[in-house]
């Protein structure tokens, strides 16, 4: 009888060890991708293209980012976040939040309608803070922009 | 006669587990033979199975609107883009998941008045999987990798210009 069980437990054990382990699956969330979008993206009207590359590039220097590539053709703007984090009084003086140190954002411009552009900002790791925080920039260099030309 | 006795018992036992031994003897022996290390990877000759795992082609689409669903599918996945250049269509873009990763999108015309591209991606991974096992884990990985890109790359594609 133990020599059973003792057989049974090296068959058990040499079948866990070996079962394949998944690779990191990427695909693994696909059901919350559409729900990520709909958080990520912000659709505006009445920018030109190029004006609102370079909206994005206002509100990533004002995230402390440095730019990593940039590509007109293909509406892509990366960036990584700067070494520097605000904390105490600092941060309380800083108008917005300025966390962006370590992460990694990949921001997309695609013109989803005549007039009408799809901005896609993804950060990393994923931030609800910051995704909420590049929105309200981006409305500002937009406002600003307007302002100016207003005046 | 204790002893005795003690030594009977022993070769009582020994011709009971024999044939157990030498069936798990068998076994052991069956499990080496058939996770046999694979031979050292070599450059040559190239292996082009792992190469239409890699690449799908896209009929009927414009240029522009293939590398934004590509963009949108990398976005998707967690990758952060590092590097993009237009001619010739290249995209780098890197994760950290469990590891560093690498992927690499190649968009080459195979005829552009009809709008026939193909996509070619290439994930470089770390080795995931510790010992023997380590090169079949990986590639299987790979595989599944690429062929989720597709089906999503498809799908986001569709839907996209479906919106518009």
Redesign the interface.
Known sequence: MK?HLL?LS?WVT?GCS?Q????????AA?DQ?AA??VI?ITRFEGVEYDAMLGHVVESLLDLDCTL??T?K????I?ARGGGRRYSGNLAMAHRYWAGCAGH???V?V?E??AGQLVV?A?F?P?NPEADKTFQLLIERSIAQARAGEAS | MRTSGKTDSRTLLQIKLRPLLNLLGYCCLLIGVAVQPAQAASFFPVDLTEASLQSRRFEQVRLNHLVSACLSVIQDIGFHVVETESAPVVIVASAQGRGFHTLTINVQPVDEDTGDYQVRLVLDSPILYPGWLAESRASSAQADFYQDFFKHLNKTYFTERAMQ
Do not use: I, M
């Open positions: 020599l057989v090296l040499a070996t394949q382990p998944r690779g990191p699956d990427f695909f696909q991708f990520n979008r990520q990593q590539e590509s053709q293909f509406g892509v990366s990694k954002v990949t997309t695609t989803a309608t896609r993804t990393f994923p």
